[in-house]
């Protein structure tokens, strides 16, 4: 057992009081550990601790939250080698709702708005439509976003524009729809992404890229469709 | 009175049997709210990993049949063969409409089938009833489960269905003749109560394995559904089934999925023997769950467990070589890097039986209608509720699930019931008159905690029972284990009463969500108990020490428990397909 310092965020509107950072000592052995856990142990001491967590392996997206100053899942982040006291604080620049939990509206209307299904207008074949494993291959670091918010909220250029700018999640989904062989939207996608704000507001600045939980790039993939925008203009 | 919104269905769960049936209502043009008490990504299909389960024969030559013959074997014969039939001919055209949906699959290299659906081997499936090891299991790479419920929330979004995210749903509605009339549900952001009015009410609340210790699922997993069908009067079924999946990690329980083995890795004991092959001479590491779990135990148990306790086995997959698995394992070559602190791609994963999956649940008929003995029968169907999903019990899985058939169970039942309701909905035009009683019954839920209690806390009551199941519900049970372990369980259902919550607040109280989960948690461990203590006899993953056999002589029928005085009944198992001849019951060896 070793004692665990932490910082947490603690905000109740209800209270009418402004947000604090409380101090908080824990009895926890840490190794092989994560946030969660000590977020949960926690809560059992003082349960009014409000947090989102579901699959608690870093598959569903629930607790994204920033940790060292750093976005990340709790559930897969390691006690061990984390500064202390561990400072952790809601997604940056989305409005709180308690504690650690924050109001995603804004992020998942820019997931709705880049029409996040496949499209294909063709009748439907008996079987499968046919995709090469070398087509299909394209879509890996596309397919696998748990919607977490970690990057968006890392972005500098979301920041600015939160309400215009996409954010570099919804454009890995974009891009995840435009790359797929069996999707015919492609042009009307880029309409949609032709634009200031939309998409241009990207300025690379990869913050988003380094601290994506699943390994996903969605620089990357932005640059993808501003090559292909550059490519149809010719 | 609380503030109302009124709809055609409304689904309460936003998993895959959830979201396939509201498609299937959205695109009729009816009204349809899903209701789910996370945002619909974060349920528990995200987490599935190896595939779902259809003769595409893409691989190797298939059939449905073949299909229907593994599951009805794998259930060790309590699955009924009706749905089974129903649920196995549907499978390819339920696969391929999710590939129309845009499902992601992985695709073969290569070959004849070039460009076509992924398929690979899971344990419990042949060619020919009970021949060759058949690869019928379709697959987005390890990721199968977020695949389709990303694919399945995206054809929702461009249906047009209205969402209720982070909403919990409390109880059901339901008036003097028995007909459900909606859910009243608590909107955790405000704190506020809701009255959901529908003529149509599906239940997709997904598992409950959370009333164990060591569990595969996610903490969300607290049979919320099981707990408002129990209190609405209604029956459990066949609660005596948990499939314990053999390959968990040790503690945490995070799944290294079936695929593993179906890839080509296998189990070594202590002395790193591959031990399967004599437990199942032919089917090796790819026997049926209930078998490897079992040799498992008896290995842990003979002393030949791995590490320093002796508590677990070894799965090795590093002889498939890093290519492949990072091909084709990327998301357990992660979970095994940070839960075990192993890379399988050096070294083998420290794995044991870890409790995965509900068999049993809220019984229903084939079109997704849940059914009770009311007055005229076992199985009457009661009126405007279904249900669909590992939530129901329908029941295609009867005594142990074979991989890969959950999936396909969401989808085609799903589909089923969201088809049957169109018709309901069709035949009852009108919305029945509220009772005042239902919303009263479910607000007084919400009060109870509100009130200052005595020093009982939630997270220690829950605890306790997870160590009860654990303990005396395992991979094997006995009777002196199991009467025992309800004295134990009574004793902390007696504390429930002088629990409290410290949390006063409205706003996203999540305190209060744990107390309303544990609410529904201890009567599912309860039914467990008492359905594992009446079943006097082995079948699938009910393993008796003290009756080791299979008795079809007695047992060849599904147990029924009410909430009320513990009360258990029994229904005959339906031994006849749709079309087919039946498969009859025999013994069970892999
Ligand atoms: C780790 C793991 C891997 C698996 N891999 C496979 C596999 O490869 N193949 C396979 O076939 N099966 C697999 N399974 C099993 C399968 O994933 C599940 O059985 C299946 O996903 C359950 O789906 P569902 O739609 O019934 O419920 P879930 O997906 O669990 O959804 C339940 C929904 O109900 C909602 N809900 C619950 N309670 C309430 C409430 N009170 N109010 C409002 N909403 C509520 C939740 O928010 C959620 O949206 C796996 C299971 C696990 C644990
Ligand atoms: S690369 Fe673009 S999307 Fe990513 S953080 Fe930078 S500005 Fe934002
Ligand atoms: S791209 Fe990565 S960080 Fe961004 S939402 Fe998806 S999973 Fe999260
Ligand atoms: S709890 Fe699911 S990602 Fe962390």
Known sequence: MARLRLRIYRYDPESGAAPVMRDYELEIDPRGRMVLDALLALKELDDSL?????????????????????????????????????????????????????????????????????????????????QSAAERAELDGLWECILCGCCTTACPSFWWNPDRFLGPAALLQACRFITDSRDQATDERLDYLEDRYRLFRCHGIMNCVEVCPKGLNPTAAIGKIKKLLVKRAL | ????????????????????????????????????????????????????????????????????????????????????????????????ELEHMGLPFSRLEGGRNAGRIYQRPFGGQSQRYGGEQAVRTCAAADRTGHALLHTLYQRNIAARTQFFDEFFALDLVRDAEGYILGVVALEIETGEAWLIEARATLLATGGAARVFRHSTNALINTGDGLGMALRAGLP???????????????????????????????????????????????????????????????????????????????????????????????????????????????EAIPVTPTVHYMMG?????????????????????????????????????????????????????????????????????????????????????????????????????????????????????????????????????????????????????????EALELENLLPVARATLVCALARAESRGAHAREDYPARDDDHWLRHSLYFLAGDQLDYKPVRLKPLTVEPFQPKERSY
Request: glycine share 10%.
């Open chain 2, 1 to 96: 009175m609380i503030p109302k919104r009124t709809f055609d269905a409304v689904i309460v769960g936003g998993g895959g049997a959830g979201l396939r049936a509201a498609l299937q209502l959205a695109r009729a043009d009816l009204k349809v709210a899903v209701l789910s008490k996370v945002f619909p990504t974060r349920s528990h299909t995200v987490s599935a990993q190896g595939g779902i389960t259809a003769a595409l024969g893409n691989v190797t030559e298939d059939h449905w049949h073949w299909h229907m013959y593994d599951t009805v074997k794998g259930s060790d014969y309590l699955g009924d063969q009706d749905a089974i039939e129903l649920m196995c001919r549907n499978a390819a055209s339920a696969v391929y």
């Open chain 2, 236 to 346: 459990l079924e066949d609660m005596e089934f948990w499939q314990f999946h053999p390959t968990g990690i040790p503690e945490v329980g995070c799944l290294m999925t079936e695929a593993c083995r179906g890839e080509g890795g296998y189990l070594v004991n202590r002395q790193g023997e591959r031990f399967m092959p004599r437990y199942a001479p032919h089917a090796q590491d790819l026997a049926s769950r209930d078998v490897v779990s079992r040799a498992i135990a008896e290995e842990i148990e003979a002393g030949r467990g791995c590490g320093e306790h002796g508590d677990h086995v070894c799965l090795k997959l590093d002889h498939l070589g890093a290519a492949l698995i990072q091909e084709r394992l990327p998301g357990i070559r992660d979970l095994s890097i940070r839960f075990a602190g192993v890379d399988p791609v050096h």
């Open chain 2, 361 to 513: 649940g809220i019984p229903t008929n084939l079109h997704g209608q849940v059914v009770a003995p009311v007055r005229y029968g076992p199985e009457e169907p009661v009126p405007g509720l279904y249900a669909a999903g590992e939530c129901a019990c329908v029941s295609v899985h009867g005594a142990n699930r074979l991989g890969g058939n959950s999936l396909l169970d969401l989808v085609v039942f799903g589909r089923a019931a969201g088809e049957h309701m169109i018709e309901y909905l069709r035949e009852n035009r009108y919305p029945r008159a509220l009772p005042r009683s239902g919303v009263e019954r479910a607000l007084e839920r919400l009060a109870r905690w509100d009130r200052p209690g005595g020093d009982e806390r939630v997270p220690r009551l829950r605890e306790d029972m997870q160590r009860i199941l654990q303990r005396h519900c395992g991979v094997y049970r006995r009777e002196d284990l199991l009467e025992e372990g309800i004295g134990k369980l009574d004793a902390v259902g007696a504390r429930l009463a002088d629990a409290a919550i410290e949390d006063r607040g409205r706003l996203f109280n999540t305190a209060r969500l």
């Open chain 1, 50 to 130: 409000a947090f989102r967590r579901s699959c608690r392996e870093g598959v569903c997206g629930s607790d994204g939250m920033n940790i060292n100053g750093v976005n990340a899942l709790a559930c897969v982040t390691p006690l061990e080698g984390l500064r202390q006291p561990i400072e952790i604080r809601p997604l940056p620049r989305l409005p709180v709702v308690r504690d650690l939990i924050v109001d995603m509206s804004q992020f998942f209307q820019h997931y709705r708005a880049v029409k996040p299904y496949l499209i294909n207008l063709d009748p439907e074949p008996e079987n499968e439509r046919p």
